[in-house]
C-alpha cells in the first residue's frame, strides 16, 4: 500500500465548477500535511497547509480527517489557471521527510 | 517563501557521463537539503537528505556512490550523477529543509536527459 494515495484523475470540468479531491495516508503519526500544486514540468509549490480545524483560503478549503486519515481539496469556481496537478503530501511520521502522493491532474476547460 | 536556484535547469548528455546539479537557498541558511527526483507522471520520490558539514543520508533503493551530494555549506548543495545512464533521466529537485517548519520550498528543478 502507498503510502500517500490520491485519485490520478484527469478531473475535466467546466469554468466555475465545484471540484474536490480526496486523499488518504497510511503513517498515523503523520503531523503535517499539505497540498502542493504542481504545473507542466515545474516544481511543486505550496498552495496550503491542512490543519485539524479545516481551513481556507480564498476559493480552496482544505479539510483534515485524522480518524480516517483522510485529506481533502476542495475548489469553488474553477479557472482556467486552476488546471495543474495536485499534490497530497504528509510528512513521514514525526521526521521532516515528506512523502508526496502522486498527484490528481485537474483540466478547466472554457 | 524560500528563494532557490538550480543551475543547471536543464541537460543533455551521453551515457556514462559525470553530471553535477547545484542547488542555492539564495535568502536563507539551509542545513538541510533534500533532493527528489521525479519520473514522468510519476510522484516526487526522495533521495537523500543532507546536512551541512556532514555525510548525506540517503533512501533505500538509492545509490550512495552513484548519486554523489556535497553540502559544504550553508547555501549550497550539490548532486552529482556519476556516470549517467538513460535510466537516470529524470526531473531532479532540491529542497531547503527549514529547521522548525515542515513546510517545503523546491528549487525549480533541473531537467536530466542521458542519451
Known amino acids: 500500500r502507498k503510502e500517500v494515495e490520491q485519485d490520478p484523475g484527469p478531473f475535466n470540468v467546466p469554468e466555475g465548477a465545484t471540484v474536490a479531491f480526496n486523499c488518504t495516508y497510511s503513517?498515523?503519526?503523520?503531523?503535517?500535511f499539505f497540498w502542493y500544486r504542481q504545473d507542466c514540468r515545474k516544481e511543486p509549490k505550496l498552495l496550503m497547509s491542512?490543519?485539524?480545524s479545516g481551513n481556507e483560503d480564498g476559493r480552496f478549503t482544505a479539510q483534515l480527517n485524522r480518524a480516517s486519515q483522510y485529506i481533502s481539496l476542495l475548489i469553488r469556481d474553477s479557472k482556467l489557471s486552476d488546471s495543474a496537478t495536485y499534490l497530497c503530501?504528509?510528512?513521514?511520521?514525526?521526521?521532516?521527510?515528506?512523502?508526496f502522493g502522486s498527484g490528481t491532474r485537474l483540466l478547466v476547460r472554457p | 517563501g524560500a528563494v532557490v536556484s538550480q543551475h543547471p535547469s536543464w541537460v543533455i548528455c551521453k551515457s556514462g557521463t559525470s553530471v553535477k546539479i547545484e542547488c542555492r537557498s539564495l535568502?536563507?541558511?539551509?542545513?538541510?537539503m533534500f533532493w527528489y527526483r521525479q519520473f514522468p507522471k510519476q510522484s516526487l520520490m526522495l533521495m537523500a537528505t543532507?546536512?551541512?558539514?556532514?555525510?548525506?543520508?540517503?533512501e533505500q533503493g538509492v545509490e550512495k556512490d552513484k548519486f554523489l551530494i556535497n553540502h559544504a555549506s550553508l547555501t549550497l548543495s550539490t548532486l552529482t550523477v556519476t556516470s549517467a545512464h538513460p535510466e537516470d533521466s529524470s526531473f531532479y529537485i532540491c529542497?531547503?529543509?527549514?529547521?522548525?517548519?515542515?513546510?517545503?520550498?523546491f528549487g525549480p528543478g533541473t531537467r536530466l536527459t542521458v542519451l
Open positions: 535568502d536563507f541558511q539551509a542545513t538541510t
Open positions: 491542512v490543519y485539524s
Open positions: 529542497s531547503p529543509g527549514l529547521a522548525g517548519d515542515h513546510e517545503q520550498f
Open positions: 503530501v504528509v510528512n513521514r511520521g514525526s521526521s521532516y521527510k515528506l512523502i
Open positions: 503513517n498515523s503519526a503523520s503531523q503535517s
Open positions: 543532507s546536512n551541512e558539514g556532514s555525510k548525506a543520508t540517503y
